[in-house]
């Protein structure tokens, strides 16, 4: 709630009360520091008058947490009238791998996934309402490919993270794009904000190589959850790509909204080289992050 703009003789303590979450008719007196919280008086031997609350909220400073499933948060009555909202969207998978790099085969590993994009706005709300979202689901990987002998595939697409409040989306970022499969070395595009603003700049996915390596997953994202914090929002660690012929698969995208490492070349029928370095690996999901009084 918010107590009414009059002129503060209008206001009543009863008013008050209700305001910091109490019995209407308990006694309280100026000076309390919970009603010294909403006035804005909290240092010691300041006065506090009814014109001091006109128009005030109780706010206590919180957040959401990082939220990564479901489709609502409830905000408590102590949320205040503006809140801050940040979506992250799914990252992308890499492109597949082949399992010959020679022989009929290639040495050129696939392009890593995008990362998801983030998008983020301030909303006016009423305290205790409800916020919707959809978070947006991580890319599959690629499929691997047997060197020209099969197609393979390139990385999936994360899908977009809305956020809605009173009905409107107000904040909506965008999946990354899949890596190319193996011999093209493009890594996915980044996605973006198509509404909000983006907090930071998102990662592509990396290149893959001639010398039958992976590229590397765009980069996830690191969500600062101390209440009080100046940034909240700052790039992760990225994916390994398949480091062929002698590596392994690669390594899935890091939360949150990472892209996934693509997949590199392996030659399928030399002992030595069979080893999965043409596997490809999935992209992370998003999430929403919700924070006011800060």
Do not use: H
């Amino acid at each position: 709630m918010t107590l009414p703009v009059t002129p503060g003789s209008s206001l009543s303590l009863s008013q008050v009360n209700t305001e910091i979450l109490v019995s209407s008719t308990a006694t309280i007196s100026l000076n309390d520091a919970n009603v010294r919280f909403v006035a804005g008086r909290q240092t010691a031997g300041s006065s506090v008058g009814f014109s001091d609350l006109s128009g005030k909220s109780y706010v206590i400073a919180a957040n959401s947490g990082v939220i990564t499933s479901g489709s609502s948060y409830t905000l408590p009555n102590t949320s205040g009238v503006t809140i801050k909202v940040l979506a992250i969207a799914g990252g992308a998978g890499g492109g597949g791998g082949s399992g010959r790099s020679s022989f009929a085969g290639f040495f050129d590993g696939a392009g890593g996934g995008g990362a998801g994009g983030n998008a983020y706005t301030t909303v006016s709300v009423t305290p205790g309402q409800t916020v919707y979202f959809s978070i947006g689901g991580a890319g599959g990987a690629g499929a691997s490919r047997d060197g020209v002998y099969s197609s393979g595939s390139n990385g999936g697409s994360g899908s977009s993270t809305s956020i809605t409040v009173n009905g409107t989306t107000v904040a909506v970022a965008t999946g990354g794009s899949g890596g190319l499969v193996s011999p093209n070395l493009t890594g996915g595009s980044a996605g973006g904000a198509s509404t909000g603003s983006a907090l930071v700049s998102a990662a592509g996915g990396g290149n893959g190589n001639s010398s039958q390596d992976g590229g590397n997953g765009g980069n996830g994202y690191s969500i600062n959850t101390t209440v009080g914090a100046g940034t909240i929002l700052s790039l992760g660690g990225s994916a390994a790509g398949a480091n062929g012929p002698n590596g392994g698969p690669a390594s899935g995208g890091v939360a949150y909204g990472g892209g996934g490492g693509g997949g590199g070349t392996c030659q399928s029928d030399v002992g030595g080289q069979q080893n999965g370095a043409q596997i490809a690996a999935a992209g992370n999901g998003g999430a929403v992050f919700i924070w006011w009084g800060y």
